[in-house]
C-alpha cells in the first residue's frame, strides 16, 4: 500500500523548488530587460529614417477641409529612403570596425558588460533596419531591394571622398603658411652659413705673408759710405714666399751687368 503522507513531504519540496525557480527566472528577465531598455543607445536618433516614416505617414493639415492625406512622390519617397540606407551603410561599418576590438578588450576585463550589451543591441537593431529598407524598397519598386545598398554604398563613397576634400582644402591655408616660415628659416639660415664661410676666407687670406721685393743700389749709385758702387753690385733679390714668374726666374742670387 502507497504511503501518500510519506510521498507528501518530497512532492512538496519538489514543488517549492520548481515554483521558486520559476518565479526567479520570471523576474530575473524581467529586470534585465527593463535594464537593457534603459541602456544608453549606441548610435544617436536615425534622422534619416524618421523623415522617411514621416514623409510615408504625412498627416493632412488640421485647417484642411479634407481628411485625406497629401500625395507623396515617389521619386521623394525613394530618396528619402536612398538617404536612409546610406545612414544605415555607416553605420554598419561603424560597428563591424568596433566589434573586434571591443570584443577584445571584454576579454581582458577593460570595458564592463554593459558596454557590451549596448554594442550587441545596436548589432541587432541594426539588423532589423536593413531587413526593413529590403523591404520598403521592394514595396516602392520591384526588386530594388537587391541594389538599393549598392547605390548607397556609392553615396556613401562619394560622401567620406567628398569630407576628405573638404577637410584638406580647410587646411591648405594654415599649411601654406607653415611651408613660406619654413622656407624663409631654411634660406636664412643657408645664407648665415655662406656668411660665416666667407668671412673665414677673407680672415685667412689677410694672414697670409706678402712676399717682399728688395731691389739693391744700382751701378754708379753712391754706396751708404759715400763710395761708388761697382758695376756690378746691383742685384735684384725677391724677400720671401716663392719667385713671383718673371721677375728672378727663380734665381735669387744672379747678379745683373751693368753698362761698362
Do not use: C
Not at 518565479?23 to 528577465?29: A, D, G, L, V
Not at 534619416?48 to 510615408?56: C, D, E, G, V
Not at 664661410?197 to 697670409?208: C, E, M, R
Request: aromatic share 6%; glycine share 8%; net charge positive.
Amino acid at each position: 500500500m502507497v504511503d501518500w503522507i510519506g510521498l507528501a513531504a518530497p512532492v512538496a519540496y519538489l514543488g517549492i523548488l520548481v515554483g521558486s525557480m520559476t518565479t526567479f527566472r520570471f523576474f530575473y528577465k524581467s529586470r534585465q530587460a527593463a535594464r537593457t531598455a534603459s541602456l544608453q543607445p549606441w548610435f544617436p536618433a536615425h534622422l534619416q529614417r524618421n523623415i522617411y516614416l514621416s514623409l510615408l505617414h504625412l498627416e493632412p493639415p488640421a485647417s484642411s477641409p479634407e481628411k485625406k492625406p497629401p500625395t507623396v512622390p515617389d521619386s521623394i519617397l525613394k530618396a528619402a529612403l536612398l538617404r536612409r540606407a546610406t545612414e544605415d551603410i555607416h553605420r554598419m561599418i561603424s560597428i563591424q570596425s568596433a566589434k573586434q576590438a571591443l570584443a577584445t578588450l571584454l576579454a581582458r576585463g577593460s570595458v564592463g558588460d554593459e558596454l557590451w550589451q549596448r554594442f550587441l543591441r545596436a548589432e541587432k537593431e541594426m539588423e532589423e533596419e536593413l531587413k526593413d529598407v529590403v523591404a520598403e524598397a521592394n514595396a516602392l519598386a520591384s526588386g530594388w531591394g537587391h541594389t538599393i545598398f549598392q547605390s548607397a554604398n556609392e553615396m556613401a563613397n562619394n560622401y567620406i571622398v567628398r569630407k576628405r576634400y573638404e577637410e584638406v582644402q580647410a587646411q591648405a591655408k594654415s599649411e601654406r603658411e607653415w611651408w613660406d616660415r619654413k622656407r624663409a628659416t631654411t634660406q636664412a639660415e643657408f645664407m648665415k652659413e655662406l656668411d660665416q664661410g666667407s668671412a673665414v676666407t677673407s680672415s685667412k687670406a689677410s694672414a697670409t705673408i706678402t712676399p717682399a721685393r728688395v731691389v739693391l743700389p744700382a751701378p754708379g749709385t753712391p754706396a751708404a759710405g759715400g763710395e761708388r758702387g761697382s758695376d756690378e753690385d746691383a742685384v735684384l733679390v725677391d724677400a720671401g714666399g716663392p719667385t713671383t714668374p718673371g721677375l728672378g726666374g727663380g734665381k735669387s742670387g744672379k747678379k745683373k751687368k751693368g753698362k761698362k
